[in-house]
C-alpha cells in the first residue's frame, strides 16, 4: 500500500512540474507575442518613437515647417520646382527601395535558421519582425547627415547656396523615407493625390498612405 501512494505521490508531482513548464511556456510566448505586438504596429506604444502615428507626425513637421523655411530660401533664388519635387520623389523611392533590400536580407538571415515546427517558426518570425523594428529604430536615431541620399550637381544660379539647402532636404526626406519604408506596412507621400497645378512649390503629398495600396 504504501509503494503505491509513493507511486501516485510521483505521478502527482510529475504532473505539477508538466503544469508549471507549461505556464511558464505560455507567459513566455504571451509576452513575446504582446511585445511583438507592440514593436511591429499591430498595437502602438506611446513610447514607439517611429509607431505610425508618430510617422505621421514627422511627415507633418517636414511638410508644414522645415520645407517651409527650406522652400522660401529656394524661391528666393529662382530654383525651379519641379527640380526640387523630382529629386524629392527621388529620394524617397531609392530610400524605399534601399530598405527593401534591407528587409530582403533580414529574411533571408531567418530564412537560413527556421525549424519544421510550427510554434518554432512562429518565435522566429517574431524575432524576424523585432530585427526590422530594431533597423528603424536604428535608423531613427542615426545622424541624417551620414546616411547615403541622392544628391544631382546643381549648376545654376547661386549653385553653393542652394547645394546647401539642397543636402539639408535630401538628408530630410531620405531618413522619413527610409523610416517609414519600415513600417508595417510599408507608407509612402501619396504623390497621386497632389494638385500641382495650384501650386508648383507645394511639393509634398497632404498624407501618407500604404505603399501597397
Same mark, same amino acid.
Given at each position: 500500500m504504501e509503494e503505491y501512494y509513493k507511486g501516485e505521490l510521483k505521478k502527482k508531482e510529475s504532473a505539477i512540474r508538466k503544469l508549471k513548464k507549461e505556464l511558464e511556456s505560455l507567459k513566455g510566448r504571451l509576452a513575446q507575442d504582446m511585445a511583438v505586438s507592440i514593436k511591429t504596429g499591430d498595437t502602438e506604444s506611446m513610447n514607439d518613437p517611429v509607431?505610425?502615428?508618430? *510617422?505621421?507626425?514627422?511627415?507633418?513637421?517636414?511638410?508644414? +515647417?522645415?520645407? %517651409?523655411?527650406? @522652400?522660401?530660401?529656394?524661391?528666393?533664388?529662382?530654383?525651379?520646382?519641379?527640380?526640387?519635387?523630382? *529629386?524629392?520623389?527621388?529620394?524617397?523611392?531609392?530610400?524605399? +527601395?534601399?530598405? %527593401?533590400?534591407? @528587409?530582403?536580407?533580414?529574411?533571408?538571415?531567418?530564412?537560413?535558421t527556421e525549424s519544421s515546427g510550427g510554434q518554432k517558426n512562429q518565435k522566429v518570425e517574431g524575432y524576424?519582425?523585432?530585427?526590422?523594428?530594431?533597423?528603424?529604430?536604428a535608423l531613427f536615431h542615426s545622424n541624417k547627415d551620414h546616411l547615403k541620399s541622392p544628391f544631382p550637381k546643381y549648376e545654376g544660379e547661386k549653385a553653393e547656396d542652394v547645394m546647401v539647402n539642397l543636402r539639408r532636404l535630401t538628408s530630410e526626406c531620405y531618413w522619413l523615407g527610409c523610416l517609414i519604408a519600415l513600417n508595417n506596412p510599408p507608407l509612402q507621400p501619396d504623390w497621386e493625390t497632389q494638385d500641382y497645378k495650384k501650386n508648383s512649390w507645394d511639393i509634398f503629398p497632404l498624407t501618407l498612405k500604404d505603399s501597397d495600396k
Open positions: 509607431s505610425k502615428t508618430r *510617422l505621421t507626425e514627422l511627415y507633418k513637421n517636414l511638410k508644414l +515647417e522645415k520645407w %517651409t523655411g527650406i @522652400k522660401d530660401h529656394l524661391k528666393s533664388i529662382t530654383t525651379s520646382p519641379e527640380f526640387i519635387r523630382a *529629386l524629392v520623389q527621388k529620394t524617397f523611392k531609392e530610400a524605399a +527601395e534601399e530598405m %527593401t533590400r534591407k @528587409k530582403q536580407q533580414i529574411e533571408e538571415t531567418f530564412r537560413s524576424r519582425k523585432l530585427a526590422v523594428h530594431n533597423l528603424q529604430l
